[in-house]
């Protein structure tokens, strides 16, 4: 039976279709499949990627924590080598006083060595006749006679046992100052040998501190590359949002020890001084104890921010120690010592930091006070711990300009920082090597409850 051309026509379009819709839907089906497959793919590469991340930036932060242990290692090696330096000084001075007096004991044992040839010469002299004596009591002479001969011997018996017991007193004195000298002397070298030994630990340690830095650098550099990599960013946006992380981190911690201090300072990171651990009774005025203490006069810090976000903005980071405003002109005449202690360290402003050093070509923390106070006739120690035992101790709420502050991770006998409280919230000090004298915020970590005003 013959079908007209037109229904042909029809029904090969109409197949066409079914045909053309059939190809469409049947690679779109195996598509959905595939998605589906992917998108769990990328569930599972998202959740390895954060935690690739977390990773990254907990190693990020172990990095700061490590260099800032090596510092603290160098600082108190430092300080120990200072401390070394101090006591040889001290064991120099005794052992050149020790040897004056020996030898002032002995150049007066000769002098009644002398007095008393004199006496036993005379005694010779005037009985160099044995008869002489006698003749007195042989001859015909008075009474008077007999007795005035009897006493001039007896004069001459007595003035000599009296230079005998004399030279002998003055020997034994000699003998105890030269065998003390001797003993000053060791101390001395003693000392030296001390000296030389903390003077390599310090290199040691100072070596170790620069070589960690640098690593840090440099393993940081590694780490915030692979983290702008997982987040597929740039390297100077990761680094300035872990710049700004750092930043955050070390406000919150500054904010969380000056509150602690507020509170009476039971959290604080250095612990109250127990009185007879912390205090100088030859120097210092009686200590106040923690019950009623009020630290809300302590300078104001930086506020920290309340909550860190999880993504801070990428804007530039905020410098991470303030500028310092322009020091007001000199004080007038009258000023307390404080105020012109201050004036001084602030001439000290980029003057690079030197270990052990104490000039006006370099410094150290504590070099810095040394060279400040003795511009005001006060010397120091270069000790850190030494110049905390020097003055007056006044809690830190009630610290004012020219105070030193001092800084600590386990009290006194741990001391590996000081500077100077200028006022406005601000210290200055001479911070570690790489860095000059600078004033910065006063910081809270570590910091000593007590402050000295000289």
């Known amino acids: 039976m013959d079908v007209p051309l037109a229904r042909l026509r029809h029904r090969a379009g109409a197949a066409f279709c079914v045909v053309a819709l059939a190809g469409t839907l049947l690679p779109t089906a195996v598509a959905d499949e595939?998605?589906?497959?992917?998108?769990?793919?990328?569930?599972?590469?998202?959740?390895?990627?954060?935690?690739?991340?977390?990773?990254l930036e907990a190693s990020l932060a172990q990095l700061a924590t490590d260099t800032q242990a090596a510092e603290l290692q160098a600082q108190l090696a430092n300080q120990q080598y200072l401390r070394s330096q101090d006591d040889l000084a001290t064991a120099q001075d005794a052992a050149v006083q020790a040897a004056d007096a020996a030898d002032q004991?002995?150049?007066?044992?000769?002098?009644?060595?002398?007095?008393?040839?004199?006496?036993?010469?005379?005694?010779?002299?005037?009985?160099?006749?044995?008869?002489?004596?006698?003749?007195?009591?042989?001859?015909?002479?008075?009474?008077?006679?007999?007795?005035?001969?009897?006493?001039?011997?007896d004069r001459l018996a007595e003035n000599t046992d009296a230079?005998?017991?004399?030279?002998?007193?003055?020997?034994?004195?000699?003998?105890?100052?030269?065998?003390?000298?001797?003993?000053?002397?060791?101390?001395?070298?003693?000392?030296?040998?001390?000296?030389?030994?903390?003077?390599?630990?310090?290199?040691?340690?100072?070596?170790?501190?620069?070589?960690?830095?640098?690593?840090?650098?440099?393993?940081?550099?590694?780490?915030?590359?692979?983290?702008?990599r997982q987040r597929n960013t740039t390297v100077e946006l990761e680094t300035q949002?872990?710049?700004q992380i750092d930043v955050a981190r070390r406000q919150a911690q500054e904010e969380a020890a000056r509150q602690a201090l507020e509170a009476g300072g039971a959290q604080g990171s250095a612990a109250r001084p127990a009185p007879q651990a912390w205090q100088d009774t030859s120097s210092q005025t009686q200590q106040p104890d923690g019950a009623g203490e009020s630290w809300g006069g302590l300078p104001e810090a930086p506020a920290a921010p309340q909550s860190q976000p999880e993504e801070p903005s990428w804007s530039e980071p905020e410098p991470e120690e303030p500028s310092y405003e322009e020091p007001a002109p000199a004080p007038a005449p009258?000023?307390?010592?404080?105020?012109?202690?201050?004036?001084?360290?602030?001439?000290?402003?980029?003057?690079?930091?030197?270990?052990?050093?104490?000039?006006?070509?370099?410094?150290?923390?504590?070099?810095?006070?040394?060279?400040?106070?003795?511009?005001?006739?006060?010397?120091l120690p270069h000790f850190a711990a030494y110049q905390y035992n020097r003055g007056t101790k006044v809690p830190v709420s009630q610290v004012q300009p020219g105070d030193m502050i001092f800084f600590s991770y386990g009290g006194e006998a741990d001391i590996h920082h000081v500077a100077m409280y200028v006022g406005g919230g601000q210290m200055i000090e001479a911070p570690?090597?790489?860095?000059?004298?600078?004033?910065?915020?006063?910081r809270y970590s570590e910091l000593m409850p007590y402050a000295v005003r000289l």
């Open 163 to 228: 230079e005998l017991q004399k030279v002998e007193s003055l020997q034994a004195v000699a003998d105890t100052m030269r065998t003390l000298a001797d003993a000053k002397q060791g101390a001395k070298q003693a000392a030296l040998d001390e000296s030389s030994s903390a003077k390599a630990s310090a290199d040691t340690a100072a070596s170790t501190a620069r070589s960690a830095e640098q690593q840090a650098q440099d393993r940081r550099a590694t780490l915030i590359a692979q983290l702008a």
């Open 334 to 379: 009258g000023s307390s010592l404080g105020e012109r202690a201050v004036q001084i360290a602030l001439g000290y402003q980029g003057v690079p930091y030197v270990w052990g050093g104490a000039s006006d070509s370099g410094v150290d923390c504590s070099g810095l006070m040394m060279v400040v106070w003795a511009k005001l006739g006060i010397n």
């Open 241 to 243: 949002r872990q710049d």
């Open 34 to 55: 595939v998605t589906e497959a992917q998108l769990q793919q990328a569930r599972s590469a998202e959740q390895t990627t954060t935690a690739s991340i977390g990773e």
């Open 105 to 153: 004991a002995a150049a007066a044992t000769e002098v009644a060595r002398g007095a008393l040839a004199d006496v036993v010469l005379a005694a010779y002299q005037e009985g160099a006749d044995p008869l002489q004596f006698l003749a007195p009591y042989l001859g015909a002479g008075s009474f008077f006679e007999v007795a005035e001969a009897k006493a001039h011997l």
């Open 432 to 442: 570690k090597p790489g860095l000059s004298v600078r004033v910065i915020s006063m």
